[in-house]
Nanobody
Framework: VQLQASGGGLVQPGGSLRLSCQTS????????IGWFRQAPGKQREGVLC????????FYHDSVKGRFTASRDDTKNTVWLQLNSLKPEDAAVYYC????????????????????WGQGTLVTVSS
């Protein structure tokens, strides 16, 4: 199982980015994908989790209404759309899978995720 996050970069406050998580070694429709981020000096935190096969999506309160996730299982890819970016959104973003189809109430606990991609850096600065 491999996951590869990409799409990070430098963006001004209020701007947008779209991150991608390319997966391989799994049939993506059967797997939830979580997005996490880690800013310098801070703990890694869950951003959102998108379930497979039309299941629920969970969001961290700080990103509701600004970030959305989508997926194309035929392309083995999950996207994270980041809108209205704030300086506090700057971090290394990671995608991961818990190895199950649905996200649940533990979605933000990184210990439940079995497989992780390398991170992609998002910088928000004017």
């Amino acid at each position: 199982v491999q996951l590869q996050a990409s799409g990070g970069g430098l963006v001004q406050p209020g701007g947008s980015l779209r991150l991608s998580c390319q997966t391989s070694g799994i049939t993506l429709e059967y797997y939830a994908i979580g997005w996490f981020r880690q800013a310098p000096g801070k703990q890694r935190e869950g951003v959102l989790c998108i379930s497979g096969s039309g299941g629920p999506t969970f969001y961290h309160d700080s990103v509701k209404g600004r970030f959305t996730a989508s997926r194309d299982d035929t392309k083995n890819t999950v996207w994270l759309q980041l809108n209205s970016l704030k300086p506090e959104d700057a971090a290394v973003y990671y995608c991961a899978t818990p190895g199950t189809r649905d996200c649940d109430s533990l979605w933000s606990e990184d210990v439940i995720y079995d497989y992780w991609g390398q991170g992609t850096l998002v910088t928000v600065s004017s």
